[in-house]
């Protein structure tokens, strides 16, 4: 009799080669489109703060204080509202405080994510080429803006909840699941709306984002009643929270937006429709600051683009019906792509619009749609191909991934700093009047002078920039030219009368002028506009009081600064000097000795508090003040100004002798 074949032994719990074979490329795959993403934004890990990096971050009080997260969240005191973004960069200032480079890491791992998480839910959709998809998204130039850009944070916060709300949502979608309970499938369609809602939180760009679940839905198999129901909620809170942001839009910025008529915003739509498009198909002559389109109403051909638009989208929504599997890729794309656009097409301003009425920020989750139709479709090529053809289109698309990292390395290193950001924004578009600006503040710092004609030009192609006309005025004041900053910085105040620091300003140039009424009323209402308290500007109000006589409010705004500063030298200086106007000699002394105490090696500070003593007739303490200010100019190798101080005390101990008990100049200022 034959022998009975021998049963191989059970193994458990071993997974099939092929399985393991999958998960190995898997793990390839994501350890390969981390390393070019990496790869490709290699430049934004020495960036630096750029444009409103420091309205946002650096310079917000609700981001560093350590009870921020209350206004972040409950007040109207931010500029926008966007929490779930602004809680990030609060957690993130706990961490690296000023140091740019920890929120730029924190920017390109979340575009990371948001690539795998793209990559996996083209898979979940069965979409073709969804591997190609996500890298062609993780490199594609236009997103470089939302990832180098700090303050853009928000696009990337607002697509990774939107990516996991359609995750969510599939758990129970997908045709072929597993079936669940109703309260499995009430649980992830919770989900689901929670993190919508932390994507409106984000940025509120994403209120599109319930018609591109419907069309998801949609993609998957024919829409039913229950799914209009279902997206109610999304669109109630769409509809509320998009409200919120309009109006921190409206409330937050008091310069004006564009005045655009329905027509105006007709034409605006398609021209950014077409435009978006083009970029995303061919990345090429990317600007950081496009030139604005100047849209002329009473041209018909302006209209084309939109009408276009329309036109496409009706004839792709019939085809798609009639020819289902042709087509339907083509409309499902094209419609994807203009529903994340509607909030960019012009129909509601934003801030950014009085620059530009585009920008590659505004496409980041539009994007999508084009790499995966060109994805899939060059997937299907590949399908259809001779074995020989393969290579050479798996070369073309390694060469095009290979060609868009290139491309988005080279738009990342503008953001190194504010001046890389603005001459290459100046070198793409020469009448960006906003980048001029911001070009001269950087160049105002040491060389006022120099950055006075930047300033002039950018008022030339905008007359009406308050910032520009405020911060030429600060730079006439630098250069001495107070007549001609008074003018500007006027103006300044004229078209932002809510602009606090131009009313401070304003009010230092007077002060200067000895104007000295007129720069107390500008420091008022500088503190009646400040977002928070200021000692600076206390201070100043102070030195403005006093200087017209009115000594007893003069000390009430130098003690308001110091219950902010208790440290702050320069108010105990101002009251010991207002006491010494008003003849209180001994209060002012102890003034002055607080100041001591505070900055112990201030020369200036000695030399008032001697003068002080010397009126009062205490001699010994005269003498030992200006002895320890000549110690202190000693160790400082200042040696004339010891030898100056050296005299002075000399000279003092003969008067006393004389019988002239008080010196007739401090020991900081030369004998004639």
């Known amino acids: 009799m034959p022998r009975s074949a021998a049963k191989p032994p059970k193994i458990e719990n071993q997974p099939a080669p092929n399985d393991f074979d999958r998960k190995i490329l898997l793990g390839l795959g994501v350890l390969l489109l981390v390393l070019v993403t990496l790869a490709a934004y290699l430049p934004v890990f020495q960036g630096g703060f750029v444009l409103d990096d420091d309205v946002l971050l650096t310079d917000s009080p609700y981001i560093q204080a350590p009870d921020g997260l209350y206004d972040i969240w409950f007040s109207t005191k931010c500029v926008d509202y966007w929490p779930a973004t602004n809680t990030t960069l609060w957690l993130e200032w706990r961490l690296w405080h000023g140091n740019a480079a920890g929120y730029h890491v924190t920017n390109i791992l979340l575009h990371v994510v948001e690539s795998?998480?793209?990559?996996?839910?083209?898979?979940?959709?069965?979409?073709?080429?969804?591997?190609?998809?996500?890298?062609?998204?993780?490199?594609?130039?236009?997103?470089?803006?939302?990832?180098?850009?700090?303050?853009?944070?928000?696009?990337?916060?607002?697509?990774?909840?939107?990516?996991?709300?359609?995750?969510?949502?599939?758990?129970?979608?997908?045709?072929?699941?597993?079936?669940?309970?109703?309260?499995?499938?009430?649980?992830?369609?919770?989900?689901?709306?929670?993190?919508?809602?932390?994507?409106?939180?984000?940025?509120?760009?994403?209120?599109?984002?319930?018609?591109?679940?419907?069309?998801?839905?949609?993609?998957?198999?024919?829409?039913?009643?229950?799914?209009?129901?279902?997206?109610?909620?999304?669109?109630?809170?769409?509809?509320?929270?998009?409200?919120?942001n309009v109006w921190f839009q409206k409330h937050g910025n008091e310069i004006s937006f564009r005045e655009a008529g329905l027509a105006e915003r007709f034409a605006t739509a398609g021209y950014a429709v077409w435009f978006y498009l083009y970029k995303a198909f061919l990345p090429f002559n990317l600007a950081l600051v496009y030139p604005t389109a100047k849209i002329n109403v009473n041209n018909v051909l302006w209209y084309l683009p939109t009408l276009a638009a329309v036109l496409v989208s009706l004839v792709l929504f019939v085809l798609q019906i009639r020819c289902n599997k042709t087509i339907r890729p083509f409309f499902f794309a094209w419609s994807f792509f203009l529903i994340a656009l509607v909030p960019a097409l012009g129909f509601v301003d934003v801030g950014f619009w009085r620059y530009s009425l585009v920008a590659d920020r505004y496409q980041h989750l539009g994007l999508i749609a084009v790499v995966a139709l060109a994805a899939s479709g060059l997937n299907l090529l590949r399908t259809r191909s001779a074995p020989q053809m393969k290579f050479w289109l798996d070369a073309a698309a390694f060469a095009s991934v290979l060609f868009l990292a290139v491309l988005a390395y080279n738009r990342a290193i503008p953001y190194h700093d504010s001046v890389s950001w603005n001459v290459t924004a100046l070198e793409a578009n020469p009448d960006c009047w906003m980048a001029l600006n911001n070009l001269a503040?950087?160049?105002?710092?040491?060389?006022?002078?120099?950055?006075?004609?930047?300033?002039?030009?950018?008022?030339?192609?905008?007359?009406?920039?308050?910032?520009?006309?405020?911060?030429?005025?600060?730079?006439?004041?630098?250069?001495?030219?107070?007549?001609?900053?008074?003018?500007?910085?006027?103006?300044?105040?004229?078209?932002?009368?809510?602009?606090?620091?131009?009313?401070?300003?304003?009010?230092?140039?007077?002060?200067?002028?000895k104007q000295f009424a007129e720069a107390a009323e500008m420091?008022?209402?500088?503190?009646?506009?400040?977002?928070?308290?200021?000692?600076?500007?206390?201070?100043?109000?102070?030195?403005?009081?006093?200087?017209?006589?009115?000594?007893?409010?003069?000390?009430?705004?130098?003690?308001?600064?110091?219950?902010?500063?208790?440290?702050?030298?320069?108010?105990?200086?101002g009251l010991g000097i207002t006491c010494n106007k008003a003849g209180q000699s001994a209060d002012a002394v102890a003034y002055f000795e607080k100041a001591r105490d505070c900055r112990p090696n201030d020369l200036k500070v000695l030399s008032l508090l001697a003068m002080t003593y010397a009126g009062l007739e205490r001699s010994e303490e005269v003498i030992r003040t200006a002895s320890s200010a000549m110690q202190i100019a000693r160790e400082q190798r200042n040696f004339p100004l010891a030898a100056q101080i050296d005299k002075w005390i000399d000279d003092y101990r003969a008067g006393l002798a004389k019988g002239k008990k008080m010196p007739n100049r401090d020991f900081l200022s030369p004998q004639k």
Not at 176 to 200: D, E, H, T
Not at 442 to 450: G, K, L, S, T, V
Not at 531 to 551: H, I, R, T
């Open 116 to 244: 795998l998480l793209l990559w996996l839910i083209l898979r979940k959709l069965k979409v073709p080429g969804s591997y190609l998809a996500a890298l062609l998204f993780a490199v594609h130039p236009v997103n470089v803006e939302s990832v180098a850009w700090i303050a853009s944070r928000k696009n990337l916060v607002a697509m990774l909840f939107m990516e996991l709300s359609v995750l969510c949502c599939l758990r129970f979608e997908l045709p072929g699941q597993v079936p669940q309970s109703m309260g499995r499938n009430a649980l992830w369609y919770g989900l689901s709306l929670v993190c919508f809602i932390l994507a409106m939180l984000g940025k509120g760009s994403a209120v599109s984002f319930p018609f591109i679940l419907l069309l998801t839905i949609y993609w998957l198999r024919p829409l039913r009643r229950s799914d209009f129901l279902r997206i109610i909620p999304y669109l109630a809170v769409a509809v509320a929270l998009g409200a919120v």
């Open 523 to 573: 420091y008022e209402k500088g503190l009646e506009l400040l977002e928070k308290p200021s000692a600076q500007v206390n201070l100043c109000l102070g030195d403005a009081y006093g200087s017209l006589g009115q000594f007893e409010k003069a000390r009430r705004q130098y003690k308001k600064a110091l219950d902010l500063q208790p440290d702050y030298v320069a108010a105990w200086v």
């Open 441 to 513: 503040n950087d160049m105002a710092q040491n060389r006022p002078a120099d950055a006075i004609p930047i300033y002039q030009r950018a008022l030339r192609l905008k007359p009406d920039y308050g910032n520009a006309h405020q911060n030429l005025g600060v730079a006439y004041a630098q250069t001495k030219q107070i007549d001609k900053a008074i003018v500007e910085l006027r103006e300044a105040v004229r078209l932002q009368p809510k602009y606090a620091n131009a009313h401070v300003n304003l009010g230092n140039a007077y002060y200067v002028n």
